[in-house]
């Protein structure tokens, strides 16, 4: 208790030894109304890590440190990420904690269990611009684990406060990267889902029978249905990896019929099915544009962004689950290929900022720059979609986590 | 289709010696097309950009490139205004692992005698793709999972049947090729006779380049003595080892961490070939090694560090720092670990992190002719070299850019306007299925 209080104590007056960051952008994109961005733009962020004001008219009050910048934008966010779990040397039973192959069906597992914000790779993309990331457990089995939304400046789980949500989705797949002795086929697979969820469904009515009545004891615990009630409930998204067109039209039969909330993720073939996509009002979070076209991802196109954009379904990038090397991806690069592919420049930071918050039901607080919201911020010298540019500043929560000009 | 195999007949002289193609020659062969795109921003990338200029060629050779207000363009040339457009020499990569190549097996891990060339299919869609990708020219390795994984074969991504058709060869008619190795934590597995070790590694090699001593000695001796009565036992091995220690092969060796690159270059040292460092993530920390060593690198640039324990301190900075101690550099993508398609894109990381813009376009293109001993003919665009050539929508390090058309030796070989060819170069449905090579441009 004494050393909490010191801790705190501590944390405050070094909160206090440090100036509050003012922001000069030539151009400033605050992702929000039209997108369009504002030139020769101040922010300033406040001592509680929040925004207290964007505007052109601003005055930097005295005491601020100033950082003079060619571009800003909000923190990016990545919104399917395994980052923190899949670490960077890539050596399983140390530092390989994404994919639990024991069982096809484990939603139990979660990732602030997992989670590793040392890991150099979380640290990489922080230092290039990500402050946030949908992370957790990878495609690979039929339902891997749960998945949470993180900051890239928190060094490890302490509490469920040091989440944004830390139970964001669970992760679902279908498709063969999900198959193996058992499931060995796709038709296999949804049998086995379907029969899971509706072992929750029984749970569910078990649970509400008992509260019901005082006569009906309650089902015994079970951490994998209770998550599975969540899903059914709509309080836990559903996201389903699903690259084929097939797998696709399978997530939304499952959907039909036990009616979760699903987030579409991967969705190579996505293109075939955009009406289908449209009228079940479901976002997708895209593959990484530079995802490798084999397997599941062999008709994979770098204009699905862009199409998707077009139909009007909601949709943002991810970084996406590398088993070998880049270990990881830059979610920004991978909305700056979908750029060169058709999709509008704003657009294309907007699927890595703003929209990605509005998936993950962030967007009062993260993606975009207005007063009240997180003062999560990335300086670029130049256009933050371009190779050549370099990160020069990152700021989370109002404090400036990098300098690097990487 | 006979036709097709005739003309490949027709060109394979001019492949093999670009430099003495003349117009003024006496040939039956029909008249040579000329073509000039004009109007263009030309990198040579041999001298310095060009804006409003003319590339001209005559057949499969480039005859002029220069302002073009000082370009002679013959009255049957055929123009092609190239206004707003770019032009950059045909890329050229060093390490590529496209059309389905495979190498050695898995019983030994040291097996010189197996060759790419018997493994590659030209119709492989990544083929495809890395033409949509720019690239003319590659270097097609096995893997790196054996300390001496294979021959290597250098393509000229031409339209074709067979590997042949987009071969290149030597004056003495063999194929190029070089011989690709490896060490560190690739080639070292659990099980014999794989190296359980780095330093078993290095022995293992070397009592295979002491035996190939002793075989060069004989093959020489048995050359020199050139009694017809004499026969001599090849072996297959020992002949391609030696071909590397008389320095007609390259060894092209795969190696990341700092200790394994001084390895290599204590190969070299004490064995002689000519080398070529690829991947070489832990460059920055040996650089002033690789460069007093005079050994030419082959980089890659990825997204990330990591991915593997040697790859951990990779950094993107490692062109810069060569750069910065005049080592010859080129790049490599290693396709599938990072797509042809995105070969630009790589070198821009390169430029990010401190090259400068002419030495990666350079690593891309000139530096790359040279590591594979094509300079004479590819790398470049000057006279007598062959028409190799991307045309992109700007500049070549700008994420916006599009290739537009890629041309080998004259020939228009991809084409964005094409549907077809669009399916390689963005992707959709059928784009990983391989099919009959139709592309839009040979049969034009």
Redesign the interface.
């Known amino acids: 208790m004494f050393k909490s209080l010191l801790l705190f104590l501590l944390s405050l007056s070094l909160t206090a030894a440090h100036a509050q960051i003012a922001v000069k952008a030539d151009l400033l994109f605050t992702m929000t109304g039209d997108l369009k961005p504002i030139k020769n733009a101040i922010i300033l962020c406040s001592p509680d890590g929040t925004i207290q004001a964007v505007g052109t008219d601003i005055q930097i009050p005295e005491g601020y440190q100033t950082l003079t910048v060619k571009v800003a934008t909000p923190g990016i966010i990545d919104a399917h990420s395994t980052v923190g779990l899949s670490g960077i040397l890539n050596s399983p039973k140390h530092d390989q904690e994404q994919l639990e192959k024991s069982a096809p069906i484990q939603p139990e597992l979660r990732a602030i269990d997992a989670y590793n914000g040392r890991d150099p790779l979380v640290k990489w993309l922080r230092d290039l611009g990500v402050t946030t990331v949908h992370t957790g457990h990878a495609p690979g089995t039929l339902i891997s684990g749960q998945l949470m939304v993180v900051k890239t400046n928190v060094p490890a789980i302490t509490s469920l406060d040091d989440t944004l949500v830390p139970t964001s989705a669970v992760a679902a797949t279908l498709g063969s990267s999900a198959l193996s002795k058992s499931p060995g086929t796709r038709a296999k697979a949804i049998a086995l889902l379907r029969a899971e969820l509706l072992k929750a469904q029984a749970h569910a009515r078990k649970i509400s029978t008992a509260e019901a009545d005082d006569e009906k004891d309650a089902p015994a615990p079970n951490i994998k249905l209770q998550i599975l009630v969540d899903v059914l409930n709509k309080k836990t998204p559903l996201l389903i990896n699903a690259q084929r067109h097939q797998d696709i039209a399978s997530a939304l039969r499952l959907r039909e019929e036990f009616g979760f909330n699903l987030i579409l993720d991967g969705a190579a073939e996505a293109y075939l099915l955009l009406e289908e996509i449209k009228a079940a009002g479901i976002p997708v979070i895209v593959h990484p544009t530079m995802g490798r076209p084999f397997g599941d991802l062999e008709n994979m196109t770098f204009t699905l962004a862009a199409q998707l954009h077009q139909k009007g379904i909601p949709f943002a990038f991810q970084s996406g689950y590398e088993t070998y090397v880049p270990k990881t991806r830059v979610v920004h690069f991978e909305a700056a290929l979908a750029a060169a592919y058709g999709l509008p420049r704003e657009i294309a930071l907007a699927a890595c900022t703003i929209y990605p918050a509005k998936i993950l039901g962030l967007d009062d607080k993260i993606g975009s720059l207005a007063p009240g919201k997180h003062a999560d911020l990335a300086l670029f010298d130049g256009d933050p979609l371009e190779t050549t540019t370099h990160t020069t500043h990152v700021i989370i929560n109002g404090k400036l986590v990098s300098s690097t000009a990487k | 289709m006979r036709s097709r195999n005739l003309l490949a007949l027709a060109l394979a002289p001019l492949i093999a010696f670009p430099l003495i193609y003349s117009s003024a020659r006496e040939s039956p062969e029909p008249e040579l097309k000329i073509q000039a795109f004009t109007n263009a921003t030309i990198y040579p990338v041999s001298s310095p950009k060009i804006e409003n200029a003319t590339l001209l060629l005559k057949g499969d050779t480039i005859i002029a490139v220069g302002p073009s207000d000082q370009i002679d363009i013959p009255a049957d040339a055929q123009r092609i205004d190239a206004t707003g457009k770019t032009i950059i020499p045909g890329l050229i990569c060093t390490h590529s692992h496209i059309g389905s190549v495979s190498g050695a097996d898995s019983s030994s891990p040291i097996q010189p005698e197996v060759r790419v060339l018997d493994s590659i299919d030209v119709r492989d869609t990544s083929i495809n ?1 890395a033409r949509a990708g720019g690239i003319t020219t590659v270097n097609l390795m096995s893997g790196s999972g054996h300390l001496l994984s294979g021959q290597t074969l250098y393509l000229k991504l031409r339209e074709g049947n067979t590997v042949e058709d987009l071969s290149i060869k030597l004056p003495d008619g063999s194929l190029a090729y070089g011989v690709k190795m490896a060490n560190g934590t690739n080639s070292i597995r659990d099980n014999g006779p794989f190296p359980g070790t780095r330093a078993k590694s290095a022995a293992l090699v070397r009592q295979k380049f002491l035996e190939a001593q002793v075989y060069q000695k004989k093959r020489a001796k048995h050359l020199e003595e050139n009694d017809p009565e004499k026969t001599f036992e090849r072996d297959l091995a020992l002949e391609t080892l030696a071909d590397i220690l008389d320095g007609k092969r390259t060894v092209h060796h795969h190696t990341h961490r700092h200790d394994d690159i001084l390895t290599v270059l204590r190969l070299k040292e004490e064995f002689g070939f000519k080398v070529v460092l690829h991947h070489v993530s832990e460059a920055w920390k040996v650089a002033d090694e690789i460069a007093a060593a005079d050994v030419p690198c082959s980089l890659i640039f ?8 040697e ?2 301190d990779f950094e993107w900075r490692n062109g810069a720092e060569l750069e910065k101690r005049g080592v010859l550099t080129a790049l490599h993508t290693d396709d ?2 990072n ?1 042809s398609r ?1 070969f630009l ?1 790589n070198a ?2 390169g ?2 992190a401190g090259m400068s813009r002419e030495k990666a376009l350079e690593a891309l293109t000139l530096s790359g002719a040279k590591i594979l001993d094509l300079d004479k003919s590819v790398g470049s665009l000057e006279p007598g070299k062959q028409a190799d050539f991307v045309l992109l929508s700007g500049d070549p ?6 290739i537009l058309e890629t041309h080998i030796e004259g020939k228009q070989v991809f084409d964005l306007e094409d549907p077809q060819d669009r399916l390689f170069a ?8 391989n099919r009959q090579a139709t592309g839009c441009c040979f049969y034009r």
């Open positions: 793709k990825l997204d990330s560090p990591g991915g593997k324990l790859a951990r599938p670990i797509d995105w894109r821009a990381i430029v990010r390090f700008s994420i916006y850019t599009r963005e992707g959709g449905y059928g784009a990983g299925h």
